[in-house]
């Protein structure tokens, strides 16, 4: 218990959730590997349940102990404002860097090469280009990247020729790693709120080459002014955000829509001069002043691939899945609590037609909804990393 209020003192935030698994020693208290800096170092006493769960108590963040087969995992649900759960194994801590604005975009992304091995990250970035991207498109990218602010907008032109700096790589690779990011994003989103008018979002990332992106994925702090102006969960070299929150405000994260060609996508950010979709979100999660503005920037503005955006709020109700064209919304569907309809899940195919028999990760996570919403603690968490939600490709 010792550790176990240590662990909640520097991870327990108003603001955030996470969640950690460890493996305990015979006959200990658990040894948490996980390490979350999440801000709030409040120190508040544990109490027992009846149901064998651990809870900080009185304190609007709810936390609970579960053992599970070999494991023991603490799962954090922040229950004013809304918090993003994200989930990290016990064999892998993400590191957090600090990403100042204020600074020019060429030198923002320096710290990565401070907690990252260079050769590493260059290593993966050429094992993710060549099993995603075909070696004709590495020959059509050459003249984007010999003119890269012609085709591609400040900040993240700038922001790129410092990834290729910074790596020691030429400038083509990292143009064409974050377009690998771009068009191979599966995942599912829940966004749900309880009996109680508190919201959840939960995500994972089904990529490909999964076992190559844990060790590259990083949490970011996007500092202005000293202060953190949003946060989210990327990988290094990868200058968008899949996952992201601006506290006080909203949450977000985004599915690849199955509907389209990548070559379609590439042709769109080049030729168009269209944001890709997770450009979308860190503009939306640096500008937008609350859960209605963001909705409406991620519904409106043009973008290089369809989409599913996924958004919650901090007030009862505020949820919603936007599904994107490439110049529009092509529908928005939100919470309904009035009507029965308290969450939304999400992967990578509109809610409005059948999913594919070969992947019926929605029709599953459906019928398993019942299980966490409307209750004191819904397991969102779980929802989104147990079969066949986190499915492997």
Request: include cysteine.
């Amino acid at each position: 218990h010792t550790r176990l209020l240590r662990y909640y003192s520097h991870c327990v935030s108003k603001r955030s959730i996470c969640a950690a698994t460890a493996s305990p020693p015979s006959g200990t208290a658990p040894q948490l590997r996980h390490n979350c800096t999440a801000g709030s170092r409040e120190v508040r006493p544990l109490r027992k349940t009846a149901a064998g769960s651990h809870e900080l108590r009185p304190l609007p963040t709810a936390v609970h102990a579960e053992a599970g087969k070999g494991k023991f995992a603490v799962n954090m649900f922040a229950e004013r404002p809304l918090a993003l759960a994200a989930r990290c194994s016990a064999d892998f801590t993400p590191p957090l860097v600090n990403v100042s604005l204020d600074d020019p975009p060429g030198q923002r992304w320096a710290p990565l090469v401070k907690v990252f091995d260079v050769e590493m990250l260059m290593r993966t970035a050429t094992r993710v280009i060549d099993l995603l991207i075909p070696a004709w498109v590495h020959r059509a990218v050459a003249p984007v990247a010999e003119a890269l602010e012609d085709y591609i907008p400040q900040p993240y032109a700038g922001e790129i020729l410092g990834m290729a700096s910074f790596f020691g790589s030429n400038i083509s690779d990292i143009v064409l790693l974050n377009f690998a990011y771009e068009i191979t994003a599966f995942c599912t989103s829940v966004v749900a709120q309880d009996s109680s008018g508190r919201l959840f979002h939960g995500r994972n990332l089904d990529y490909p080459a999964a076992e190559l992106l844990r060790n590259v994925t990083v949490d970011v702090l996007f500092l202005r002014k000293g202060e953190v102006a949003y946060r989210g969960t990327t990988f290094a070299g990868y200058v968008g955000l899949w996952t992201g929150q601006s506290a006080q405000k909203f949450t977000v994260s985004a599915n690849k829509r199955a509907k389209g060609y990548w070559w379609e996508n590439l042709i769109s950010a080049v030729l168009l001069k269209s944001s890709p979709d997770s450009w979308l979100i860190r503009e939306t999660l640096a500008e937008a002043k609350d859960f209605q503005d963001a909705v409406k920037r991620l519904s409106t503005v043009p973008i290089i691939c369809d989409v599913y955006y996924i958004v919650a709020g901090v007030r009862p109700g505020e949820g919603v899945v936007v599904t994107r064209d490439r110049l529009g919304s092509a529908d928005i569907w939100p919470l309904n609590p009035a009507r029965g309809e308290w969450f939304r899940v999400e992967t990578n195919y509109d809610h409005w037609t059948p999913p594919p028999h070969s992947d019926d990760r929605s029709g599953s996570d459906v019928q398993r909804g019942p299980g966490f919403g409307g209750v004191a603690r819904p397991g969102t968490e779980g929802e989104v990393r147990g079969p066949p939600s986190a499915q492997k490709f």
